[in-house]
Structures are given as C-alpha cells and as structure tokens.
C-alpha cells in the first residue's frame, strides 16, 4: 500500500470517529391505554394511560434508563462510542406518549443522566387511521365492511382515510434524523411515539421503504426498538456507516397489550 493510500485510509477513520449527533437512536412506544385493552384505533385521539399503563411506564423506564446509563455494547455490535452521559428524548405531543417520556426523563435523572427539556414534535404522531379511530374491530365491519378488507389486505385504506405508510414513515425518518443531529456527539436519542408509527419510523431510518415492505411488526406498551450507526468494519458490519437494526421490541414485561 502506498503511502499516499495510507493517509486516505487514515484520514477516513478519523473522520468516521468525528461523527457528529447521535450514534443510537431509541424508539419508544407508550404505555396502555384502555383502548389498547379493547382493541379499538386510537391513531391521533389523545387516549391517557390507563393505570396499567403508568405502571408499565414507571418499570419499562426503570429498565430502560438502566440500559441507556450502562454504555457499551449494544445488541450484538460494538457500540462503545455510546454515550452514557449524553441522551435526549423528543417525544409524540399525544398524552400516552409525553407521560411515557416524563417517566423515563425522571429514572435517568435519578441515576444521574442529565436529559434536559423533552423535545416535542408532531412528526411522531400515531399514524391517523380516519374514520377507523374510535372503533374496534367488531363495529368497522358492521359500518365500514369493504374498507376493512382493504385495510387487512394492503395496510392502507384512502377511502376510509387512513394516512399512508410511507407517509407516516418518511415524516418520522424525518423528525428523529432531525433530533439527531442535535444530540451531543456521540449520545443517544429516545423518541417516544405509537406502534404505526414506530414500525414503519424504523423501517424508514434504516432504508427500507413501508411502501414495498411492510414485515415489522409495531412494538408492545413501553417497549423499544434500537438502532445504532455503525459501519466501517470493526464495528460489527461493513460499508459506510448508517443506521442499523440491533433490537426490536425489547421490553420489561413480556405480557403486554397493544401488539
């Protein structure tokens, strides 16, 4: 190799390693709500936490912060450049979602993770399911019969108003990528939302397009998905760094409403 290749080889690493914002990125879905129990769409209505959802908040919280304070490997890659002194958490302005945040803002500042103010944007919304929300299963086959059909066999329903996954994938891509960059180096990013959302959040931030692959499932109640930026070899995955799935659905219970 020439001497000339070895400073380009050089120069790159260094470069990786000055990456700016976040280098993990944390979906969180919110806790239960009583339209989970009852399997009714909520998409945009602002349903609070039930008290099994508070509680679920507090303990899936406790856990969480835990792991975010620890540092180190993440999920199978070398993630030792986290930070566990630097995370920040943008939230989904919905009730669930906010009191979801406040409980995990309140763990880690107990073990000493400063997170400062919880970001809010409209961005990490629940998918809007039209004239769905409200109702369950039962009563959208007696009064929207042909819409839920559609709905099962596609995901998608324009007639019934439903917003469009991709959609709700690209403005979620969009607000946590933004949220990113905003994150002292190296740090963490939890973004608290709704299992439509999540889904098709990670799917986006990771390249795949919710409008041709629709193959992972929505998160359960305070449970979360990881993904950390990693590439360049020796962190686990070849190629350009970009953002990685290294968990799904990790939680404290594995009881749950609201798959």
């Known amino acids: ?23 993990r990125i944390v979906f969180l879905r919110h806790g239960q709500t009583d339209y989970n129990v009852e399997h009714r769409f909520q998409g945009i209505i602002d349903i609070p936490l039930n008290s099994i959802g508070h509680e679920q908040a507090l303990e899936g919280g406790r856990v969480l912060a835990k ?19 630097e995370v920040r958490i943008v939230s989904s302005p919905l009730e669930r979602a906010l009191n979801t ?8 500042d107990a073990l000493g993770v400063e997170v400062g103010e919880i970001a809010i944007d409209k961005r990490l919304l629940e998918r809007s399911y039209g004239v769905f929300e409200g109702l369950d299963f039962d009563q959208i086959a007696e009064q929207y019969p042909q819409w839920l059909l559609e709905w099962r066999q596609t995901g998608e329903s324009a007639g019934a108003g439903v ?6 994938g690209d403005r979620v891509r969009e607000a946590v990528l933004e949220h990113a960059e905003s994150v002292p180096q190296g740090g963490t990013l939890v973004a608290v939302s709704h299992g439509a959302a999540i889904a ?7 390249g795949l397009d919710p409008r041709d692959f629709d193959c992972i499932r929505g998160v359960d109640n305070v449970h979360w998905s990881e993904l950390v930026l990693a590439g360049g070899g020796g962190s686990g995955a070849s190629g350009a760094a970009r953002w990685r799935l ?4 990790v939680g404290a219970a594995p009881e749950v409403f609201g798959a």
Request: charged content about 20%; glycine content about 14%; hydrophobic content about 40%.
């Open 1 to 23: 190799m020439s001497t000339k290749e070895t400073e380009v080889s050089a120069e790159a690493v260094a470069g990786y390693s000055r990456i700016s914002g976040a280098r």
């Open 67 to 85: 792991r975010l304070a620890g540092g180190g490997r993440i999920g199978g890659l070398n993630a030792d450049y986290v930070s566990a002194s």
């Open 101 to 108: 945040a406040q409980a995990l803002a309140r763990e880690l």
């Open 163 to 168: 917003e469009p996954g991709g959609v709700v």
């Open 200 to 206: 098709r959040g990670v799917m986006s931030t990771i």
């Open 246 to 249: 290294a968990s799904h659905n």
